[in-house]
RNA sequence: GCUCAAGUGGCGGAAUUGGUAGACGCGCUGGAUUCAAAAUCCAGUUCUUUCGAGAGUGUGGGUUCGAUUCCCACCUUGAGUACCA
């Protein structure tokens, strides 16, 4: 019987269908084990051989679970939501559902032609409904929490509400908004619920925010840092521009040390772990505080304080005089337009009183820097009273009569304008810089600040004023791409203004310049050009002082980077130390002194999750006076409504601002008509739907429970299977869907709905398969420039004559010779006049040939080739062969259909069959390699399955002997059994292909047909051409599905050996083996060795110095 | 620039703890079979060679009896990231 791939193949995908034999069950008493794909996007192209890497690796891996005897889920399903589908209903107006639905049929046709072993009754699609309201109602929990820093874990938000009631926002430790102001619990009390709302949102794990976003135009959404590759969109490679938006963000910030913590604890490829920890970007160092010194600096808006200042607010709120209690308690039950907030901040002063809505404050005299107060307050429009601490201990009464006399009649102040104001120097304005090197703060001789920071237009002097502006406007007309790519010109300019060296107390000139970066840290550095090459650079340009704080350095050439061993000085109570010491000890000065204090920055941003896009999950949110409201988990899922359009409405909204059903009804608890709005309890919902990756981010779990419509997986599923055992998939999401997914495995765990805080112990990335792109060289025809011919009409028939030739590649080493080759061919074949040769000139263009018309010995399909349905043009084109064929150019290049180098893996299927496919896949190279494919290779691995079958049968009749089998036979199944177990368990597959390869040549020269070794090497072979094994093993009388057998259990008894064949090396060279009894001592081996004639011719006669022997290994002579 | 990974025949790659470099496969060469081809089978295939042997894992050095493997410097390629203070 032949061996027949297409029968078999089918039949036992078809046998493995109708039985659901790889059906996982939720419960077993078999050790779990999880093996997870990167389930696909379906796009319309199809897979090519390049996709199903990762998923036969699995597949095996699954496979040899099983017959270890663990219950396995191995399933399966689709990132169904995305651009592509989108920019297709664009185009054609077909809706994103329909061709998303043929797609993933086209998929799923394909991928049951491997024969892969997956769980399909668990299959999950980020597109479904049912599927989508749960990541919707993650959405919901996400809002509904916020980050406690003190517990260091997500909380309910009805915990930091409690907080707010019992003590305001002083003595929460949170992550939240920068720009967060403080508050009592009385002031709590008395917001309104809009305010309320808008406190909550500046600490809700995710969180509307205008936010600078990345905005592509072309695409008409914005884009997360990750999908941004060089500036341009990762899709299209588009223009990318900086906008502000309101927009949906999740704080992803609060997980950024536990993100880098966790990495700790999983077995994940170390570059990917070092793209995530780059990507997070943790900096050790300090926050200093720098005063500026200015002769004039314009006042016009508020300025916000440092968060040293407002960590001091804390204190002074809970440490109030009891002059301060008394008149507090008057004031603090006034309510409505006179209620009295306390400590506040209006400006950068903070007042003991004020009342918001009357423009009063009240304060107690005998500040120091009263007169500058005053003027600031005033002309902020507000009235300003003052008493002393006696007058309100004495008569508080009479206190409280003076405030509601200024709250009944106030003194009318005119809110001067502001641009008017000059406020003389008061050190009101204040540099935060993050440095990463506080110890050489001495070095420090002058600051730089991002063109964008907020405080360049308000220190700038006036003689400066032109200079500085001439060089904003300059800057913010570069774009990002610009600025990116020339990181070589300095360029900035003097802002005129100073700021005191905190230590020190010297003058230090503020400079701006581009090489510092608005979003990155404070947006402005302290230069210490002697310890980092841009300072250096910009200071030598400008002509600044370089001091140098280094001992025994010589900085004339360049800055001195290097940390370790270097000792500082110059440097008052730094000189002296290490780096180390003196990094310590100036942050701990810092603090003490109160203007600076230890910080860890991370560079990880707070992730955009607002997208302008039809084909994507719909938030669960209306919105009800400006603020967004959450939709009960119950009313899940908000379905995505039908729109005309997949475009941005004309006004610019996203393209569910098509849709004419998109209002939420309160009070009937569903969506209705958007005529309905004008109805009181009736709201719009929200028009941006989430991020491709919402739905990526927590599928694993759902697989434990795909159908659970009470739960987005039950507790008893979620507690069985925990997490991914082992997640194989491409190293491009290793910031974008792995970071985002570990977030929200996290954020899960702290809510305790998942068990564990990482989703997948072990992660593989396979490498990316290559295409090996076939050349074929054209030559091209035309008339020398100048040629100074008479006749240009003559000049065109005869290169009209010339056909389109093709050179085949080995006729020519260089273009001079090509051209050669290509004339006498058209010389000899009378296609050219010798009397034109001169004149006429030819070049070499090389063209993508497809790849399925080169067979192994790189040969083109001449015939193929001119009839192919692209290459029109060349019908009659000729071709000059070598020894009698037309041998075609090789080079490896990504496939792609442009270059005509895909391979479908269907047509492999059907030539060679699925097992022959996964073998080859996994007989490339190793899984995590990128390495290039070359069809012809796989006759190999196809003629090893004939092989293989030949073994079971005597010529066409099946046969197997019961007899025992020999030791030599038992010791290449022990020997394959021991090896494969080994590479499967290391993920060298690879290795493993080529085991079996040995151990069947073997087999075949022995001549072995015995049941007690091919019944187990059936079964070592069936994790990767399953179909031929589970034909084998029924074939072998077995019911069952091979699956349900046991692993062969490894021997070492038949690997023992009782000789070895030594190998004989002279000073390390191997020059002869010697077989030997393996149970012979070091000193009998040496005697028998050096008396070996051919050891004696080695030696010529001399005597060897020394000799090495180690028993059943080598012996070395050394001479 | 920085970080990481990798350099082995004509090609993909093997050598898992330092111990016979090039397993296995493709391709190539020769042969058998065939009217012929495909398929199949057999033999050979790192380079040099005076046929004795010698050299050889990107380059140069080091450790070692012995290095593809460990250490140092450099070169090349690929990936990621990029004025990160």
């Known amino acids: 019987m032949q061996y027949n791939h297409l029968d078999i193949e089918k039949k036992w995908q078809k046998f493995w269908a109708e039985n659901q034999t790889f059906k996982a069950s939720n419960q077993s008493d078999k ?3 999880y093996v997870l794909d990167m389930f696909p996007y379906p796009s319309g192209a199809g897979l090519h051989v390049g996709h199903p890497l990762g998923y036969i690796a699995s597949d095996i891996y699954a496979r040899y679970k099983r017959h270890k005897g663990f219950n396995v889920l191995h399933p399966q399903g689709y990132d169904s939501f995305g651009l592509p589908a989108e920019q297709y209903a664009i185009q054609t107006g077909q809706h994103p559902a329909k061709t998303t639905e043929e797609n993933v049929a086209t998929y799923r046709k394909q991928l049951d032609n491997i024969g892969f072993s997956f769980d399909w009754s668990r299959e999950v699609r980020t597109s479904d409904p049912e599927y989508y309201k749960w990541t919707q109602w993650i959405f919901i929990q996400l809002f509904n929490s916020w980050y406690n820093k003190e517990s260091d874990k997500a909380e309910d938000i009805s915990s930091l509400e409690k907080i707010f009631k019992k003590d305001g926002n002083a003595t929460v430790n949170a992550v939240c908004d920068e720009e967060t102001q403080y508050f009592s619990a009385d002031d709590w009390k008395a917001f309104s619920s809009t305010e309320k709302e808008e406190i909550l949102l500046q600490y809700r794990l995710t969180f509307l925010s205008d936010t600078e976003v990345n905005w592509c135009p072309a695409l008409g959404t914005v884009l997360a840092n990750d999908e941004i590759v060089n500036g341009v969109s990762e899709r299209g490679s588009h223009p990318v521009i900086r906008k502000k938006m309101t927009q949906w963000s999740m704080r992803i910030s609060a997980y950024a040390q536990r993100l880098l913590d966790g990495l700790e604890t999983i077995d994940w490829p170390q570059p990917l772990k070092d793209s995530q920890t780059n990507w997070i970007g943790r900096s050790q160092g300090a926050m200093v505080t720098f005063k500026v010194d200015s002769g004039a600096i314009k006042s016009n808006s508020e300025i916000k304080l440092s968060y040293k200042e407002l960590e001091a607010l804390k204190e002074l709120r809970q440490n109030l005089s009891k002059a301060e209690i008394t008149l507090w308690d008057e004031l603090k039950n006034k309510k409505g337009a006179t209620k009295f907030r306390k400590k506040y901040t209006i400006g950068t002063f903070l007042v003991d009183y004020v009342c918001v809505s009357k423009n009063l404050i009240v304060e107690f005299s005998g500040k120091e820097d009263e007169a500058a107060r005053t003027e600031f307050f005033e002309s902020k429009g507000f009235n300003i009273i003052r008493f002393t601490n006696e007058e309100v201990l004495q008569n508080v009464v009479k206190v409280v009569s003076e405030i509601n006399f200024a709250i009944q009649f106030p003194k009318v102040t005119e809110k001067k304008s502001e641009e008017k104001v000059v406020v003389k120097d008061y050190n009101q304005y204040k540099i935060d810089v993050f440095t990463t090197r506080p110890d050489t703060i001495y070095g420090v001789s002058f600051m730089t600040l991002a063109p964008e920071h907020e405080l360049v237009a308000k220190i700038t002097t006036d003689a400066q004023k032109a200079e500085v502006e001439a060089y904003i406007t300059a800057t913010s007309k570069r774009s990002e791409r610009d600025r990116m790519a020339d990181v070589k010109t300095i360029s900035g300019a003097f802002t005129g203004a100073f700021a005191i060296h905190p230590f020190s107390g010297e003058k230090i000139q503020i400079w701006i310049g581009d090489y510092v970066l608005a979003n990155y840290g404070t947006g402005a550095v302290m230069a210490v050009p002697c310890g980092d090459q841009r300072d250096y650079d910009f200071a030598k340009h400008f002509n600044i002082p370089i001091p140098n704080i280094f001992e025994g350095v010589d900085i004339s050439e360049e800055a001195h980077t ?9 440097s008052d109570f730094l000189s002296g130390l290490k780096y180390k010491k003196a990094l310590k000890l100036a942050i701990f000065e810092m603090e003490k002194r109160g203007f600076g204090y230890g910080k860890i920055n991370y560079r990880l941003r707070d992730a955009v999750f607002s997208r302008q896009r039809y084909w994507g999950e719909p938030f669960p949110v209306y919105y009800k006076d400006g603020m967004p409201q959450m939709i009960d988990a119950e009313h899940l899922p908000i379905v995505l409504p039908e729109v005309e359009k997949y475009l941005p409405t004309e006004d610019g909204k996203p393209p569910l601002g098509n849709a004419t059903e998109w209002a939420w009804d309160t009070r009937n608890k569903k969506v209705v008509s958007n005529d309905k709005l004008k109805n009181k309890t009736v709201y719009p919902l929200e028009l941006n739907t989430m991020p491709g990756w919402a739905g990526s981010s927590w599928y694993f779990n759902r697989y434990m429970d795909p159908t659970n419509s009470e ?9 069985y299977w925990r997490e991914v055992d082992l997640y194989i998939g491409g190293s491009e999401h290793a910031t974008g869907h792995l970071l985002y997914a570990r977030f929200w495995q996290k954020f899960l765990f702290d809510k305790g709905i998942v068990p564990v805080d990482e989703f997948a112990k072990k992660l593989i990335n396979q490498g990316m398969i ?23 009409k003559s000049m065109d028939d005869v290169l009209e004559k010339i056909p389109t030739v093709f050179v085949s590649k080995n006729l020519f ?7 050669t080759v290509v004339k006498n061919y058209l010389l000899d074949n009378k296609f050219l006049d010798p009397n034109f040769a001169d004149l006429v000139m030819i070049t070499k263009t090389a063209i993508h040939a497809d790849v399925a018309l080169v067979n192994a010995s790189d040969e083109l399909d001449v015939d193929g080739f001119k009839n192919h349905p692209l290459n029109g043009d060349y019908k009659n084109a000729e071709f000059i062969l070598e020894e009698k064929a037309y041998k075609v150019g090789r080079e490896v290049e990504k496939m792609s259909k442009s270059k005509y180098n895909v391979v479908n893996p269907d047509d492999i299927v059907e030539n060679y069959g699925a097992d022959s496919l996964r073998l080859f896949e996994m007989f490339l190279g190793p899984l995590e390699q990128a390495k290039p494919w070359k069809t012809s290779g796989i006759s190999g691995v196809s003629s090893f399955l004939k092989k293989l079958w030949k073994l079971y049968f005597n010529d066409d009749n099946f046969e197997v002997s019961d007899a025992e089998p020999t030791k030599d036979e038992l010791k290449t199944l022990h020997k394959t059994i021991k090896k494969v177990e080994d590479d499967i368990e290391n993920f060298s597959f690879n290795t493993s292909v080529s085991t079996f390869m040995i151990a069947v040549n073997e087999l075949t020269a022995l001549k072995c047909n015995k049941r007690a070794i091919l019944e187990p090497l059936a079964i070592l072979v069936s994790p990767y051409a399953p179909h031929i094994a589970e034909e084998l093993w029924s074939l072998l009388g077995h019911k069952e599905s091979i699956s349900t057998a ?4 490894f021997e070492a008894s038949h690997l023992v050996e009782s000789a070895k064949n030594y190998p004989i090396s002279f000073n390390g060279k191997m020059r002869f083996t010697l077989e030997l009894p393996l149970d012979l001592s070091k000193e009998e081996i040496e005697k028998i060795v050096m008396e070996n004639e051919k050891t004696i011719a080695q030696l010529e006669g001399k005597t060897p110095k020394k000799v090495i022997v180690v028993p059943g290994k080598i012996i070395n002579i050394v001479g």
């Open 31 to 33: 050790p779990k084990y």
């Open 562 to 570: 290097g940390k370790e061993g270097t000792i500082i000085a110059n």
């Open 711 to 719: 739960a987005f997986a039950s507790k008893e599923n979620l507690e």
């Open 770 to 792: 290559l295409g090996t792109s076939a050349f074929v060289y054209k030559a091209t025809a035309f008339v020398k420039n100048g040629c100074g011919c008479s006749d240009e």
């Open 813 to 819: 080493s260089s273009d001079d010779e090509f051209e």
């Open 1046 to 1049: 046991n692993f062969p259990v």
